[in-house]
């Protein structure tokens, strides 16, 4: 018996022992680990480098500079913004309800001060339109179909319409500026304006510009920038700018320059390119005699390799397209760029419809004659690389049995050929707006002359729907006829490249909206 006393003493010893020394090493690791994390805390660098070529002005309103419109948006803060699917939500604007076609109702927020300390309010606003409407800015379109600005209250604003305007609270992202700020001042571009935004202006050089973090910013609670400053570099040229970023003195840059490699090399650098927002696509007149018939349209489409044009004439530096949506709006979900490459369907659904394939051409006996399937595509002759496309879709749509007679014409003439419709296929070029309207597409006197009771009837219900989901179904079936009538064929968007530093950490969401999504977690 007091052998196993002893036994099980020793047991509970060596149990306490081993539990002891689990403990002790539970707690050197967890001291470990958390000054471990203090370390990483606290080599974190909170600041880095920005760029502006050319620079001309720090007020955002009449700054012609797409590096200044980028990085303004971090010191002045619009009524809404729009996110990285390029879906607006509200920022110095509360919430927003269209009460008529042409009348909206705004709220704003109540808790926003100027960088001098005074309210920002409702005369904000309205100042900021009446200015736009005087100035020659980047955002004047925006404002304007706006006949009246109404200030209900401090907070509150009704803005009044000439006529209705799809999607028209897109409109409201340019930025504010203060009333009070101008009460003894030229709105000029000399003067430089103080913002409400994540941060603010603190120094001001001939060769660089100082921006610090708000502390006083309202949405600070919410978003908390770890970078505390930042320095603008100002140099006198891209080229300047890009040698700059290539030595390792820029953070972040951002362009759409497609020869970007043969300045900057491609070492030493993280990059993301997305969709631009320039679309480049063929309009199909379908009150032609030919191209009213949805199976000459679709054979076209199957037989355009648009990899083929963006490999050979862009050097793989565009995004092949199929919708003009597809740049990643949060309205259209699918994704297919190759819309539907296939010289085998192409020939069957003329064949489907009644055409034969004779002498290298397709044609169609009607009336007791034969007509030969022959068409004319219009380019206009100011861009080059247009003309080569076009002389690339001639030569694809030929070997086809299509014919095509490709017609350059000058500045003037494609305009006329434009405005009076009387081309059969016609190669244009559009800078696609932030919200997802096909008005030019779909809307009455369309490109393409095209028509159908459908998509008449859903692009009249989308103006005024306000569920997501039903927003997105209901694009889903304007893309289906997009694909499925063919009135357009969309071939491709430029490229938006925006390279960084590979010391830059944090998640990185650019848009060409706005390239800085997310900057309150980016640090060094």
Avoid at 112 to 124: H, I, L, Q, Y
Avoid at 188 to 198: E, F, K, L
Avoid at 381 to 389: I, L, N, R, W, Y
Avoid at 439 to 450: I, Q
Wanted: proline share 2%; charged share 20%; with cysteine.
């Amino acid at each position: 018996m007091k052998s196993n006393f002893f036994k099980y003493l020793f047991i509970i010893f060596v149990i306490g022992i081993t539990i002891f020394a689990i403990f002790k090493i539970k707690s050197e690791e967890q001291e470990e680990n958390t000054s471990n994390e203090e370390s990483s805390v606290q080599e974190k660098i909170t600041n880095i480098t920005l760029a502006v070529s050319s620079f001309d002005s720090l007020n955002p309103i009449l700054s012609q500079n797409k590096n200044v419109q980028d990085i303004t948006k971090l010191i002045y803060e619009p009524l809404f913004t729009i996110s990285s699917n390029y879906k607006l939500e509200p920022c110095l604007a509360k919430e927003w309800a269209k009460q008529s076609k042409t009348s909206y109702l705004i709220k704003l927020q109540d808790n926003v001060r100027w960088s001098d300390g005074e309210k920002f309010v409702a005369d904000d606003v309205k100042f900021t339109i009446e200015e736009l409407k005087k100035v020659n800015s980047i955002y004047t379109a925006n404002v304007e179909h706006i006949t009246d600005i109404e200030i209900v209250d401090d907070y509150t604003i009704k803005i009044n319409l000439s006529e209705e305007v799809p999607f028209f609270e897109y409109n409201l992202i340019f930025p504010i500026m203060s009333s009070s700020f101008y009460l003894d001042k030229e709105f000029s571009a000399n003067i430089v304006p103080v913002g409400t935004g994540m941060y603010e202006i603190t120094d001001v050089q001939t060769s660089y510009i100082t921006l610090s973090k708000n502390n006083s910013w309202w949405n600070i609670q919410v978003k908390d920038p770890i970078i505390k400053t930042i320095t603008v570099n100002l140099y006198s040229s891209v080229g300047e700018m890009y040698n700059s970023f290539k030595t390792g003195n820029i953070d972040i840059i951002s362009t759409d320059n497609i020869n970007l490699q043969d300045y900057v090399g491609t070492i030493g650098y993280a990059s993301k390119e997305i969709k631009g927002r320039r679309h480049d696509f063929i309009a199909f007149n379908t009150q032609n005699n030919f191209l009213s018939r949805t199976e000459v349209r679709k054979a076209i489409s199957y037989s355009i390799d648009k990899t083929n044009i963006v490999s050979s004439i862009y050097s793989n530096k565009y995004y092949t397209s199929s919708f003009p949506l597809d740049y990643g709006s949060f309205v259209y979900q699918e994704q297919d760029s190759s819309a539907g490459y296939n010289p085998d369907q192409a020939k069957k659904v003329l064949e489907d419809a009644g055409w034969t394939y004779r002498n290298n051409y397709w044609q169609k006996l009607e009336n007791g004659r034969y007509q030969r399937l022959s068409l004319r595509l219009v380019v206009k002759s100011s861009d080059q690389a247009k003309v080569q496309v076009a002389q690339n879709i001639k030569q694809q749509l030929e070997t086809q049995g299509i014919r095509v007679e490709v017609i350059v014409a000058n500045d003037v003439q494609y305009n006329n050929y434009l405005t009076n419709k009387n081309y059969d296929m016609i190669l244009c070029s559009i800078n696609l707006s932030l919200s997802p309207d096909l008005t030019t597409f779909f809307g009455e006197n369309n490109l393409a002359n095209y028509s159908n009771q459908e998509v008449t009837q859903i692009m009249n219900e989308i103006q005024n729907e306000t569920q997501e989901n039903v927003l997105i179904e209901k694009y889903k079936r304007l893309a289906e006829i997009y694909k499925s009538e063919v009135p357009y064929l969309s071939l491709y968007n430029n490229k938006l490249t925006v390279c960084y530093s590979t010391g830059l950490v944090g998640e990185l969401t650019p848009n060409w909206y706005n390239i800085f999504i997310g900057i309150e977690k980016w640090y060094k």
